[in-house]
């Protein structure tokens, strides 16, 4: 489905799938690409051994990693003024090339979803959310967030996260914010919905609160969609960025 989609975007299509690194380097060689570009960086299932072959006279890595590569045939990571700012560019083997606004690029939603008014002003009390992966949870991150909502009368946190389907991981993050003093009615638990629900539940929040020092990207550009601010605490390193960025 995502080669139908993307492939009529390109002019010439050709799958590296079963082949071997130095296969794939061979192939890129002999099309005479001036440019390759690395979307993975050290993720799953990566391409980096094929630029290891230094098939193309430019090499880059951008969007699917937050850090350097430490591979010295990458010749530039794209990146911008607030994840890749020139003061921190001793953290990156490669050199950095700056995108004027934000590296991140975002499409709308493929359906049209409505903003409603602040939730707060039928509620009466302001609800938070965050919709990012509780692994991204810290304690310190709890820490915050539970001196954020003691300093809020009657406020509640709205948390989405698949892992919520077992009552386990529940207790568990229950646990932690209640040890800090939050009540238990102040905590909203859900499971993952379907995308347009997803959007659905920015209407049930006025705040968005980022993890850190990995704020999410996704997230935090849903919740601007949505209309709904979040806060995001700056940090010193690309993955620490990533919220700056987007504000």
């Given amino acids: 489905a995502l080669t139908n989609r993307i492939k009529p975007f390109f002019k010439k299509w050709t799958s590296l799938v079963g082949k071997t690194w130095a296969v794939s380097a061979k192939e890129i060689y002999e099309e005479k690409i001036d440019i390759l570009i690395d979307l993975a960086g050290h993720t799953g299932r990566v391409g980096l051994p094929i630029f290891s072959y230094k098939p193309a006279p430019m090499q880059i890595s951008w969007l699917g990693y937050f850090a350097s590569t430490g591979m010295s045939e990458i010749d530039y990571i794209i990146g ?17 090339y700056q995108l004027p606004n934000s590296y991140l690029c975002y499409s709308n939603p493929e359906f049209k979803i409505d903003v409603n008014v602040l939730p707060a002003l039928n509620n009466g009390y302001i609800t938070f959310g965050c919709f990012s992966k509780i692994s991204r949870m810290s304690d310190a991150v709890i820490s915050v967030w539970s001196q954020i909502l003691k300093q809020s009368p009657n406020s509640k946190l709205l948390l989405k996260d698949k892992k919520f389907k077992d009552s386990h991981v529940i207790r568990a993050i229950e646990q932690k914010f209640t040890s800090l003093g939050v009540a238990h009615d102040q905590l909203i638990f859900e499971i993952n919905s379907k995308r347009i629900d997803y959007y659905r539940t920015y209407n049930r929040i006025d705040i968005a609160l980022a993890p850190f020092p990995y704020a999410g990207a996704t997230t935090c550009v849903d919740s601007l ?15 620490s960025h990533m919220a700056e960025t987007v504000l």
């Fill in 225 to 239: 969609w949505m209309g709904v601010p979040f806060i995001a605490l700056k940090g010193n390193q690309f993955l």
């Fill in 80 to 96: 911008d003024r607030y994840v890749t700012p020139m003061i921190e560019a001793q953290n990156f083997i490669e050199d950095i």
